[in-house]
Structure formats: C-alpha cells, structure tokens
C-alpha cells in the first residue's frame, strides 16, 4: 500500500519544535540546504520543514520541498495573530488566504485543490475548532505589531488570523496539485500592541538596533515575557493538536484495514 505523505511548515524553530514534540523519534534529512525531519507513523509519514520568516523564505522552502517528494496534504503551522476575538493557544483554521503588501491584495485558489487526505484533515480540524475560528487567514511581508494596524487588517480583509507565511505556501501548493490546510494557534491578540517593533530583527543589521531599543526601554522587558508565556501556550497547543490529529489519522488508517471491502 502506497504511504500518505504530509508536508508540515513552520516558520521559526519555537514553532518546529512544538510540532515535533508530538512525533515519535524521526530522521533528518537535507534537501539542497533545506532540513527535513520525517515522521512514520502506521502508513503515513510527515515531512517537517522550518522555512524561516517571510513569504519569499515559505516560497523557496516550498519549492525545495514540492520538488523532490510528492504529497497528499500540505500544512502551514505556527503561531498567528488572532484578528478576531480569541483565546491565547486557540486554534485558528485556514480554508482561505489572501495576501496583503502593501495595498496590494491578492487571493489563492490553492484551497481548491481536494484530495482524500484533506477531507480527512479537515473533517477533524472540525470536531476540535469551532466554525467562527475557521475562515480566511492574510499572509503579509512584515509583523503587524500595533492594535489599531490588526484591526485595519482585519477589517480590509476579513480575515481570521494573520502569518507572514501562508500566502506563499498555498501558491506553491496550487503550482504542485497539492491539498492545502492552515492550522496555526494564537499567540498574541487583536486589541494589544506587541512590545517591540520585531521587524526590526528581520534586517541584516537589526538585530544591533533592535537590541538596543530594549535596553533603552526597560518596560519592553515585560512585554516580552507576556508574549514569550503567550507564545509558550501557543506551542502547547499545537503540540497536543498534532498528538491528537495523528492519532486520529492512524485509527483511520487500521479502520481502513479492517474493512473488508480493502481485503
């Protein structure tokens, strides 16, 4: 029996190690520079790759990726911004994205594309997510940091979540024939401001400047242990999403076994 392959993406190693937290030991792989963690678990495997922050990093990491293995279900992961009322560490489901640069705003049709395995994925995201928490995500090139920019986002887009990845795996999803799913978990909220400007950190030279803007104010300090205890619930989240999820997947897969219409 052919195995089911799922490509996994996540941003940042906080965000990787999250979701690898709920596989068993795995094996490492390089692809052209771009590490790989594989999972087997009954018939399936997952594929675990960090791209790094951005649309451009997600888009190469995608390519490397699509190029050298087919897939059933590609699934951008991670944290998000909750651009609607939510919880710290909820789940957030993505059916639709659009991308905003700008004033540039751009669709994907990538959640277009149906296979069995994201039907599969999608009837659970729905027994544990509830329906107001599953829409449409906004990918964008830099941290929206500031309350009042999340509420433009979210009133310009109608958007559920905001990443700065998405976009630009769904567009290589679609380019590959390749089911696509977002699940991400909630680390910071609509109506607070972030405690720093972290595009700062996203410069050649930043990390200096951004540094700098910490010691110069103490009070950011704070700021980032609230967001570092938020992100912490996130990680937990996701971590116990993709326990339960692949446990799920692999009863239906022995179900499917046992029915004597696959003897």
Not at 44 to 63: C, D, F, P, V
Not at 125 to 148: E, N, Q, Y
Request: include cysteine; proline fraction near 4%; charged fraction near 20%.
């Amino acid at each position: 029996m052919p195995r089911t392959r799922t490509a996994i993406f996540t941003a940042t190693s906080w965000e990787r190690s999250a979701v690898q937290a709920a596989f068993p030991p795995g094996v490492e792989q390089c692809l052209d520079g771009l590490s790989i963690h594989v999972y087997s678990i009954g018939d399936r495997e997952y594929w675990l790759a960090q791209t790094g922050m951005g649309l451009e990093k997600a888009r190469r990491s995608a390519i490397q990726l699509f190029g050298s293995q087919s897939f059933d279900l590609t699934v951008s992961t991670g944290f998000t911004c909750a651009l609607v009322e939510a919880d710290i560490g909820a789940l957030l489901a993505g059916l639709e994205v659009v991308q905003r640069t700008g004033q540039s705003l751009q669709s994907s049709q990538a959640m277009a594309v149906t296979g069995a395995e994201r039907g599969l994925a999608l009837a659970f995201v729905k027994t544990i997510v509830p329906p107001r928490l599953i829409g449409r995500f906004v990918s964008t090139d830099r941290v929206v940091g500031l309350a009042r920019d999340k509420r433009e986002f979210a009133e310009s887009t109608s958007a559920i979540g905001l990443d700065m990845e998405s976009a630009a795996l769904a567009a290589e999803a679609q380019r590959a024939q390749v089911p696509f799913l977002i699940i991400r978990s909630v680390s910071d909220l609509l109506d607070e401001d972030l405690p720093l400007d972290f595009n700062l950190f996203l410069r050649p030279t930043g990390w200096l400047k951004g540094m700098g803007t910490v010691l110069a104010a103490p009070s950011c300090l704070w700021g980032l242990g609230r967001l570092r205890r938020q992100s912490a619930a996130a990680a937990q989240a996701l971590t116990e999403f993709f326990r339960r999820y692949t446990a799920a997947m692999a009863t239906k897969s022995q179900q499917r076994e046992l029915s004597p219409t696959s003897q």
